[in-house]
């Protein structure tokens, strides 16, 4: 099956710093979402994004699908931005069926 | 805004107990989904819906059935609940063709 690997496992930043988030995955794939969970265990939506880039304030998301990759950028980070990131990618079409990566654990300092 | 809304946020059942996981959504989405998260093991698919009645296993269905007899409502049910089943579980629902996922809040499921 499709292997998804995000990088680094760990990341620690003071506060404004600005970080970039890696995913790689081993296999053509339909699309890619990335999310955020919050420290009461909920999965929060930041990009659904099977190509290109997109922006939503501070964050940014690019995905090189020919080249098998997608990174999260966070910019001038704040300690809410504290908490897990996951890269999810959909197995096939129309299922919507995920494939998540092992995360990055974001701490953020003040 | 998409609103997937599980029935509890933490549990506590015992060994040997029938346990119902509620989850609800009101996107008049077709899809639906329940995972479970476990350190070190990371995200697993338990269950898919695609329709109503319809269903399909996801990687790790052994121990657990579900329900879909209505759109909104996908409820997970541990048949004989065991202490392997303790576990962060989460639903989602998605929609093709976009078939972006969102997810409800999580359940903390403790069973003694």
């Known amino acids: 099956g499709i292997q998804v690997e995000q990088s680094p496992p760990d990341l620690i930043l003071q506060e404004g710093a600005n970080s970039t988030l890696r995913c790689n995955f081993s296999?053509?794939?339909?699309?890619l979402q990335w999310f955020h969970q919050n420290p009461w265990g909920q999965l929060i939506n930041l990009f659904y994004?099977?190509?290109g880039t997109k922006q939503n304030g501070r964050l940014s998301a690019t995905t090189v699908a020919t080249e098998r990759y997608s990174l999260l950028y966070i910019s001038s980070s704040q300690t809410t931005d504290s908490g897990v990131y996951f890269c999810?990618?959909?197995?096939?079409?129309?299922?919507?069926?995920?494939?998540f990566g092992q995360g990055t654990t974001l701490q953020v300092k003040p | 805004d998409v609103k997937v809304t599980q029935s509890s946020r933490y549990l506590v059942k015992r060994t040997g107990e029938k346990v119902f996981l509620e989850c609800v959504q009101d996107?008049?989405?077709?899809?639906m989904f329940w995972y479970r998260q476990d350190p070190g093991l990371g995200l697993r698919l338990i269950y898919f819906?695609?329709?109503?009645?319809?269903?399909e296993k996801g990687d790790i269905p052994e121990g657990y059935s579900v329900s879909r007899e209505k759109k909104e409502r996908f409820s997970l049910i541990l048949e004989s609940a065991s202490t392997n089943q303790t576990s962060m579980y989460l639903c989602?629902?998605?929609?093709?063709?976009?078939?972006?996922?969102?997810f409800g809040q999580g359940t903390r499921l403790t069973v003694v």
């Open positions: 296999d053509s794939v339909n699309n």
């Open positions: 819906s695609y329709d109503v009645k319809m269903k």
């Open positions: 999810a990618v959909h197995r096939s079409s129309n299922t919507g069926k995920l494939i």
């Open positions: 989602a629902s998605s929609s093709p063709p976009i078939t972006e996922a969102f």
């Open positions: 994004i099977p190509s």
């Open positions: 996107m008049d989405h077709e899809n």
